[in-house]
């Protein structure tokens, strides 16, 4: 499996806080017009579409070679997708708002429908813990720049505590798992599979999940560069999306399946997240875009992201009319 050097230079400028705990060796393939390079995560839709071998097919009457590597998290895909390692790939609402606070040239191309049942909020089988309104002072383990920051923001908020109110700690999904199974932390903000396989395999007891907070979107998203000049490649990856998800579905025991073998988790497991996914790609509307300005809104308030962004400025819209 390829992966890459991850630096720090102009995608985390102002936003040193976000330096990453995980650093992954450089690609042994460089850019081409002749290459297409995905960047994917543990879990998902990308992940089927590679096992499945039909975008290669696509592509291949176009001379174009697919390329896949795998990141522990959306904030390290996108910044790769920065300085330039990969063309396009998925992650969840908030990656692409710090991203894009950094200064990251890179579009949305298109979302999955929400998933709020997909992460949550997760505790030791005998906490004391019983509601978000528990978590007071308490260290709670996330991600930074995933979709799950949003989740514990929106959660707080609406359980009447303020976002200092807790401890966080910014740990990637193994180092959460790790400290969540030796107790170091409280509880655990985590999406699936992780979240489902914390559910299964060590009996975790969920708090909260995005229901009524959050909607999950998963986004993909390409460098604005490769987009722009590569609209029939991006066009077809959505396509191919499209017969995909159709296809999901309606045979969600055979993802499971599929998945399981792809990522080595139990097909038990993975068919707990695929019934909590979604499966519909599709251009972003405004309703999307609007969603996703406030979350950005949002972390300004908090000072997580430096300044106050423009979301739509950043939607691609060549699947449509061209």
């Known amino acids: 499996m390829t992966a890459f050097t991850l630096t720090r230079r102009r995608l985390l400028g102002a936003l040193s806080t976000l330096a990453l705990s995980l650093a992954l060796p ?29 975008l290669e097919k696509r592509l291949a009457p176009l001379g174009i070679q697919v390329k896949w590597a795998e990141f522990p998290g959306g904030p390290q895909l996108l910044e790769a997708l920065n300085v330039g390692s990969v ?19 890179l579009v949305y191309v298109a979302h999955e429908p929400p998933a709020p049942k997909g992460e949550g909020i997760i505790v030791h089988k005998d906490s004391p ?21 949003y989740l514990l923001v929106k959660a707080l908020e609406k359980a009447g505590l303020k976002y200092e109110d807790v401890q966080t700690v910014f740990l990637s999904p193994s180092d959460a798992r790790a400290a969540f199974e030796r107790g170091s932390v409280d509880a655990w903000v985590i999406w699936d599979p992780f979240f ?15 229901v009524g907070h959050v909607s999950n979107h998963q986004f993909y998203l390409a460098s604005r560069s490769y987009a722009d000049n590569n609209a029939k490649v991006v066009k077809v990856i959505v396509e191919e999306l499209a017969r995909l998800d159709g296809w999901a579905k309606q045979n969600l025991k055979e993802v499971a399946s599929q998945l399981s073998s792809q990522i080595g988790l139990d ?5 707990i997240a695929a019934d909590r996914g979604t499966y519909d790609v599709r251009p972003l509307d405004a309703k999307v875009v609007a969603e996703q300005q406030r979350i950005a809104d949002t972390f300004y308030q ?21």
């Open 26 to 54: 450089a690609p042994s393939w460089a850019a081409g017009s002749d290459t297409l390079r995905i960047g994917y995560q543990k879990y998902g839709t990308l992940v089927l579409l590679k096992a499945q071998g039909t």
């Open 129 to 149: 813990i019983k509601s978000v309104h528990d978590l007071k002072g308490k260290r709670v383990a996330l991600n930074k720049g995933s979709n799950v920051h």
């Open 196 to 210: 489902a396989a914390a559910e299964h395999q060590l009996g975790a007891r969920l708090v909260a999940d995005g």
């Open 267 to 271: 097909a038990n497991i993975v068919k």
């Open 87 to 105: 063309d396009f790939g998925t992650t969840g609402e908030t990656p692409p708002i710090f991203a894009q606070a950094a200064g990251a040239d």
């Open 302 to 322: 908090l000072k997580l992201i430096p300044k106050k962004l423009v979301v739509k400025e950043i939607v691609w819209t060549g699947l449509g009319g061209k």
